[in-house]
């Protein structure tokens, strides 16, 4: 529907109307919610958002009321438990439904337009979730009707507003206003078997424009996750952060660190991910005694030349592993910045990494084996 957004959808019922927006964000997203028993973080948010057009009515639009508040939260609880889990979507997913007209439950309209949006943006929702509001006419005899998807008038004039929402399996909200003293176990069935047929009738509805999850928008954010040891996370990250800003601003993607060696890396563009990916990659990755590999000379010294190898990682070719010969200097062959191919022949009691040039090929990177002569 917006084709700048990463998701969106316009669901109108009757005079009620409801412009939705779905949008996708990383860990660094999340929601910080300051709870009585400590802080926890949410990686669903939903904002529900009432202005005085929808209504005909001119007024000031300033802080969210109480009652946006409420008819939020409602229309949150109804899709927070069709959401994949965090393992499969790590993604921080918001959702804002802009009400652009409203005449009778707009949260339900909310409901049904963030399904819809979800499910455009790409989100694997377990089930489609549609929601109705359930309206009462109570006589003093105790005779009653009960009204499907009420207008404001019903709302107003009527003894309960009803909210039901849920899937095609079951119900996933419920909120009920009443003006009366109660209602009967007789009422509430009746309620909840019209509400279940108006919910089927409006995923019936919902689902001839989408039914199951669209494809990921061009400009949502791709995640990419790799696991590496704990003991290479300081390395990851360096002295002051060093190494990981360096990586951020290098690739240009968003990158977030767990304790438990978790890193998601996120960019709407692929080769972002893919370079911020080989980056980490060279810093926690061991190099294999044995393999061949393509360096740059980066300093010369009296016994040898250091090489740049693998990422980050340095090694010395001893002088004597130049060439299959004497030389009085490495300079006497070597240049720093030139390209040599060089073999890991392993690593020394300090932990030090021992190269060797003379058993590669540096035409063509391959390992010369020396003919075994025949005794």
């Given at each position: ?15 009620t ?40 009515e ?26 994949p ?33 979800m ?140 304790d ?66 004497r ?24 932990g ?24």
């Amino acid at each position: 529907l917006l084709p700048r957004t990463h998701g969106s959808a316009l669901f109108t019922r009757g005079e009620t109307q409801a412009l939705v927006v779905t949008t996708l964000g990383t860990g660094d997203d999340e929601q910080i919610i300051d709870a009585l028993h400590g802080n926890f973080r949410s990686n669903f948010l939903l904002h529900y958002n009432f202005p005085p057009y929808s209504v005909g009515e001119v007024g000031r639009v300033g802080a969210t009321g109480r009652r946006e508040i409420g008819h939020g939260k409602l229309a949150w609880r109804a899709l927070q438990a069709v959401l994949p889990a965090a393992t499969d979507f790590p993604y921080t997913i918001r959702v804002v439904s802009e009400i652009t007209e409203s005449n009778g439950s707009s949260s339900m309209a909310s409901v049904c337009g963030g399904s819809l949006a979800m499910m455009d943006a790409g989100v694997p929702l377990k089930s489609p979730v549609a929601g109705v509001a359930m309206g009462l006419i109570l006589e003093e005899d105790g005779s009653y009707a009960v009204l499907t998807d009420i207008l404001g008038d019903e709302d107003h004039l009527g003894d309960m507003d009803f909210k039901v929402a849920g899937t095609e399996n079951g119900i996933t909200s419920l909120q009920m206003d009443i003006k009366v003293a109660g209602i009967t176990p007789e009422i509430m069935k009746q309620a909840l078997s019209q509400a279940k047929d108006g919910r089927m009738h409006i995923l019936q509805e919902m689902s001839k424009a989408i039914s199951e999850a669209g494809e990921f928008s061009v400009h949502a954010p791709r995640i990419e996750t790799m696991k590496v040891a704990t003991d290479k996370i300081r390395e990851v990250i360096g002295s002051g952060g060093k190494v990981i800003r360096e990586i951020v601003e290098t690739s240009g993607a968003k990158v977030d660190i767990s304790d438990d060696g978790t890193i998601k890396i996120a960019s709407p563009d692929g080769a972002s991910i893919q370079k911020a990916y080989d980056m980490i990659y060279s810093i926690v990755a061991e190099p294999e005694v044995g393999s061949i590999y393509t360096g740059t000379v980066v300093k010369l010294v009296d016994f040898g030349a250091f090489v740049n190898f693998f990422g980050k990682r340095d090694g010395l070719v001893h002088v004597s592993q130049i060439e299959n010969r004497r030389l009085n200097h490495p300079s006497d062959v070597l240049k720093e910045g030139q390209e040599v191919k060089v073999k890991l022949m392993g690593f020394d009691d300090r932990g030090k990494v021992r190269l060797s040039m003379k058993v590669v090929d540096q035409d063509t990177g391959e390992e010369i084996v020396e003919d075994k002569k025949e005794s």
